[in-house]
């Protein structure tokens, strides 16, 4: 990082005193941030190529991130801070910026993301978890269908008809999760306080059992909320790169097919 912020500083400095001087210095940071573009796709295709695999995963990731962080100083330097006219170099410009923040996004989910699913606990395979919630709902139906005494109880079947139906048949709560709030939680919490006031002592310890099912369901959510985050933010990353990489060559060829438009 001391490397990579001293190289910005020296960035900054040639440009402030040497573009005025050099009125093509666009040329010259045009050709070095598609280099670092190539460089930054090449670590996509070096996890997928056996035979490109020289030094560690952890290495190249570094290298992968400082680059980047390099190549959003010089595509600002490259733009000359502004703003670029016309539609097609807007374009360029905000595919490369939406692929530069979802890069930076992306180290922060990865690195934090999985922390906090440890922590939490319920740790579940993500392929497992449609499973894992179905065994939830079947259990929490299963109970409430039970009843007490072999007899349904109506508080206990219209609570969760109405408050836990729905919560149980698909995930929920994904941006809370993600915001780390428990909110949802606490709504439950309440929920349930509200119906056990009026609970008889079977029904009390029924609710017990549903509470407790309700709060694996929640951690069984924040798994899926988080642990797809850490998969959909590649979805973004990696097509836009490639996208940005051809209309990065398709910039080159009617820079230099129309010179006299390039500053």
């Not at 990731?61 to 390099?70: A, K, R």
């Not at 993301?113 to 709902?137: C, D, Q």
């Not at 999760?177 to 029904?203: I, M, T």
Request: charged share 15%.
């Amino acid at each position: 990082m001391l490397i990579t912020t001293l190289a910005i500083a020296g960035l900054l400095i040639a440009y402030i005193q040497y573009a005025p001087l050099y009125p093509r210095h666009a040329y010259l940071s045009g050709w070095v941030l598609f280099a670092a573009m190539l460089f930054l796709t090449f670590f996509n295709l070096r996890k997928r190529v056996p035979f490109l695999r020289v030094g560690s995963t952890g290495f190249w990731l570094q290298l992968h991130l400082y680059v980047g962080i390099f190549s959003g100083a010089l595509f600002f330097v490259h733009i000359g801070w502004s703003w670029p006219a016309g539609i097609f170099h807007q374009l360029l410009a905000l595919i490369y910026l939406v692929v530069f923040v979802t890069g930076v996004l992306g180290l922060w989910i990865s690195r934090a993301f999985p922390r906090m699913l440890t922590v939490a606990g319920y740790e579940t395979p993500f392929e497992r978890i449609p499973y894992a919630r179905s065994s939830l709902r079947q259990e929490a139906e299963a109970l409430v269908l039970a009843g007490v005494d072999g007899q349904t109880s109506p508080v206990i079947a219209e609570f969760y008809h109405q408050k836990l139906g729905m919560f149980f048949m698909r995930p929920s709560n994904r941006w809370a999760h993600l915001r780390q709030s428990r909110a949802p939680q606490a709504a439950h919490v309440s929920q349930f306080d509200e119906v056990q006031r009026y609970a008889k002592k079977g029904e009390g310890e029924m609710l017990d059992k549903l509470r407790d099912l309700v709060t694996r369901k929640h951690m069984l959510d924040y798994q899926y909320a988080l642990q797809s985050a850490l998969r959909l933010w590649l979805f973004a990353h990696i097509p836009l790169s490639y996208s940005l990489l051809v209309f990065s060559v398709l910039h080159i060829i009617l820079v230099h097919a129309f010179s006299g438009s390039a500053s």
